[in-house]
């Protein structure tokens, strides 16, 4: 409605509209003319979803609180599972096309940046897994398509980004200043090092990753780190943490955490407000007790506890 009614007035000045799409998220139910679209016979069972599932720690917390697996009685369960999910790309992609084909109505595509992101992956039963708060790529990794005025057209760009690095991009299209947001030009292709962190649900231990290149070094306050080959092991199959071969990457990569971040004071603070929040809620029982969102309640529908 925007962008049909509002935005003909706005061609004086830069304007920004966010859009926000909850799916794909669970549960996983996809609207019938999307979910038939991907045929559960015809998808492959995730990678190590059987019994070479790794057995790091911090995975065994996450699976205890995260029990999206335990519901998964057959393999035919989790490919439908899976088709739910790609029925709900397949719903946003085509939420995406109407809201482009109104801003071409609008008369100020061609003027128009647009930029496609997310806030975070899904494992979807890679390494019986499901859902965010790990950082595998399918967790931490996701889609930014940039397009508009400035933006060459066509081009990949392999250099990791932050969503951060979103606001600035997002500013600078705006004309406005951008110094103190983000930390590098989406557009520069600078091969800069990124770093994303969780102290969340599921989580006992502070988790850090440091994204450099062709490595990926994940720093837990807790429990052992993990390393590996992105060029090499793209899947992320093989934790090199412990191979004495590997013994230089991993203190290079631990040092560079080190230059940015202080990882145990940062896992002591998180854990403290937690307890705070906690105490303010009326404790752990009271919480238990109170329950949790089934789902993340879409517009026009009442949350209830359960």
């Not at 991907?38 to 995260?66: C, N, W």
């Not at 090499?232 to 955490?257: I, K």
Request: charged letters at 25%.
């Amino acid at each position: 409605v925007w962008l049909r009614e509002e935005a003909r007035n706005h061609t004086g000045k830069p304007w920004v509209l966010f859009v926000s799409l909850v799916a794909p998220h669970f549960p996983l139910t996809a609207p019938p003319e999307f979910y038939y679209r991907h045929d559960p016979a015809q998808i492959s069972m995730p990678k190590q979803y059987g019994e070479d599932r790794p057995d790091h720690p911090y995975l065994r917390d996450y699976r205890t609180v995260f029990e999206y697996d335990d519901h998964f009685r057959t393999e035919d369960d989790v490919r439908r599972g899976i088709a739910g999910y790609m029925g709900l790309c397949s719903f946003v992609d085509h939420q995406v096309g109407l809201i482009l084909q109104a801003l071409e109505a609008s008369g100020q595509a061609a003027n128009t940046r647009v930029a496609f992101t997310s806030d975070h992956g899904d494992n979807l039963g890679a390494r019986g897994l499901w859902g965010k708060s790990t950082m595998y790529e399918e967790s931490v990794g996701i889609p930014l398509i940039l397009s508009g005025p400035g933006i060459p057209a066509g081009e990949v760009r392999d250099e990791p980004r932050l969503l951060t690095d979103l606001s600035r991009f997002i500013l600078q299209s705006a004309g406005a200043d951008a110094d103190g947001f983000g930390q590098t030009d989406l557009l520069s292709g600078e091969d800069a090092a990124v770093i994303s962190e969780y102290h969340g649900t599921g989580s006992r231990s502070a988790a850090f990753m440091l994204r450099k290149g062709r490595w990926k070094y994940v720093h837990y306050a807790l429990y052992a780190p993990q390393l590996f080959d992105l060029q090499a092991d793209p899947d992320e199959l093989r934790d090199l943490a412990g191979d004495p071969e590997h013994a230089g990457v991993l203190a290079e990569c631990r040092a560079q955490l080190l230059t940015r971040l202080d990882p145990d004071a940062i896992h002591a603070e998180a854990r403290a407000a937690q307890r705070a929040r906690v105490e303010e809620l009326g404790g752990e029982q009271a919480i238990l007790e109170r329950g949790d969102y089934g789902f993340s309640p879409p517009p026009g529908v009442k949350a209830v506890y359960a």
